[in-house]
């Protein structure tokens, strides 16, 4: 998480979203939503799209995991210290 090393004491407002390259969201996007006719982008592809999103639901358990491990660290090392935060 390269962000958060930009995070220290005196930050007061962290907005995250984790866990989507993790998850592989974005194969998940070009497999299931990019039109069939656009190749260039990996046009859609059924197959894929299960494959991918059945892969997503079997690691999710360890993806959370390592999503929660990363807010823990980043609250614990980066933002201690301030009561604002």
Known sequence: MPQAD???KSTDL???AMGGNDARF???ILSCFVPVG????GGGNGNDCK???EWAGANLSEIMKD????IERLLS???SGNPSS
């Open 6 to 8: 930009s995070v220290d």
């Open 14 to 16: 962290v907005l995250m």
């Open 26 to 28: 974005a194969d998940i």
């Open 38 to 41: 656009l190749p260039q982008y």
């Open 51 to 53: 494959a991918r999103i």
């Open 67 to 70: 999503v929660e491990g990363n």
């Open 77 to 79: 090392e980066k933002m």
